[in-house]
């Protein structure tokens, strides 16, 4: 069973390797020419033999659930009314989740008031200390903080090169958006909106207020009602109540007043009877 196995094996290993010569007979000196793009004949379902990727030239395209380095998601330079805001609340739980503990927040004050805002002043992370596990990209709240697929970091020098801060780990919405479409879509059928969480709130409130900034119908004064009879007889019967009650020189709102006062009054009542209850 074992000498079966190692000879299958072997056999499989010198298949691919005959094969890659004659695979490079068919084509010739074109599947490794570099006047015109190769790439996908050699990596084709076509292809046979060992299979040579000419590094760095080429690069085979990562999956999308690759996971590296993470990066900060921040709104577009074209966005209307939050460009190049953070998307980060700098509320810590990335800090807290990360195993190796390679992230430092910064959370930001206010100058005037002193008080923290929901945005990040500085945001660190050591990735020679990163182990790529994506907690803090799958606890985040707000969908702030993804990992990148960006593999080509080396450098020589450690202390500045490999402590990522803010301005380097911050990249567009549209950068996520090209790198993981389908991620990104399923996130915004969650999340309701391709906007951040404020953003769609700072858009319903604007909706709100431009509702209640619009100008209302003005009230038919009692002049009007004198000198148009037929118009007041045709009126719904809240306009009739409001003109009766506004005739007597008593506001249309004076009832719920004084049913306020009523109710208010009833419960001290009862207020003073459990009082003098729990005296006895």
């Not at 020679?128 to 970091?153: Q, R, S, T, V, W």
Request: charged share 30%.
């Amino acid at each position: 069973m074992y000498g079966t196995g190692l000879a299958k094996g072997l056999m499989l290993t010198l298949r691919h390797f005959v094969e890659s010569y004659v695979d490079d007979v068919r084509y010739g000196f074109r599947k490794y020419h570099h006047s015109t793009d190769n790439f996908g004949i050699r990596q084709g379902t076509k292809t046979k033999g060992v299979i040579t990727v000419q590094y760095p030239d080429e690069k085979i395209a990562v999956p999308e659930r690759f996971r590296f380095v993470p990066f900060l998601i921040i709104e577009d330079e074209d966005h209307p009314t939050r460009a190049g805001k953070d998307w980060c609340t700098s509320c810590g739980i990335c800090a807290k989740v990360c195993p190796p503990q390679c992230i430092w927040i910064v959370r930001g004050n206010d100058p005037d008031t002193g008080r923290p805002v929901p945005e990040p002043e500085a945001f660190f992370i050591d990735i020679d200390i990163c182990m790529n596990c994506g907690f803090c990209a799958e606890y985040c709240p707000f969908d702030a903080i993804k990992m990148d697929h960006d593999y080509e970091l080396a450098s020589y020098d450690r202390t500045t090169h490999h402590i990522h801060d803010k301005e380097r780990l911050s990249k567009p919405n549209s950068y996520w958006r090209s790198i993981a479409p389908t991620r990104a879509y399923d996130e915004m059928l969650v999340r309701g909106t391709w906007e951040h969480k404020d953003a769609a709130k700072e858009a319903r409130r604007g909706a709100a207020s431009a509702r209640g900034s619009a100008p209302q119908p003005a009230a038919q004064t009692e002049a009007e009602t004198a000198s148009a009879p037929a118009a007041a007889a045709e009126a719904p019967a809240a306009t009739s109540e409001a003109t009766a009650a506004s005739a007597e020189g008593a506001t249309p709102w004076s009832e719920d007043e004084a049913k306020r006062e009523e109710r208010r009054r009833k419960a001290l009542e009862r207020k003073a009877k459990r009082a003098a209850r729990r005296g006895q």
